[in-house]
C-alpha cells in the first residue's frame, strides 16, 4: 500500500510561480509511473504530466515550456514546478502513482487558483 499527499498549492496572479510536492509513504519502492492530474471545475480531470521511475517525462500541450515535473526517490518525493501560470490552470490538482502491480493511488487534491 502507498499512500501520497499533495502540499504547494495556494493563489498566485497570472505569471507567478508555484511548486507543488507530493509525498509518498507505504511501499514506495514498488512505485513506478508518478504524475499530476487536475481538474478545473465542470470539467474532467486531465493529465498534467507523470514521470516513469527512469526519469522518462511527458506533459499536456497546454504546460509544455511552463511546467517541470521531477522526482526525488531518495525522498519519496516528486514535484510539479509551475511557472507563468495562467487563470485557465486554475484548478485542484492531484498526485498520481502507479505501482509495479498496476494498483492506481490518489492523492486527496490541492487547489490552485490563479487570477488575472
Known amino acids: 500500500q502507498v499512500q501520497v499527499v499533495e502540499s504547494g498549492g495556494g493563489l498566485v496572479q497570472a505569471g507567478g510561480s508555484l511548486r507543488l510536492s507530493c509525498a509518498a509513504s507505504?511501499?514506495?519502492?514498488?512505485?513506478?509511473?508518478m504524475g499530476w492530474y487536475r481538474q478545473a471545475p465542470g470539467k474532467q480531470r486531465e493529465l498534467v504530466a507523470h514521470i516513469t521511475r527512469d526519469g522518462n517525462t511527458n506533459y499536456a500541450d497546454s504546460v509544455k515550456g511552463r511546467f517541470t515535473i521531477h522526482r526525488a526517490d531518495a525522498k519519496n518525493t516528486m514535484y510539479l514546478q509551475m511557472n507563468s501560470l495562467k487563470p485557465e490552470d486554475t484548478a485542484v490538482y492531484y498526485c498520481?502513482?502507479?505501482?509495479?502491480?498496476?494498483?492506481?493511488?490518489w492523492g486527496k487534491g490541492t487547489q490552485v487558483t490563479v487570477s488575472s
Open positions: 507505504g511501499s514506495t519502492f514498488s512505485l513506478n509511473t
Open positions: 498520481h502513482a502507479v505501482d509495479n502491480d498496476g494498483m492506481d493511488y
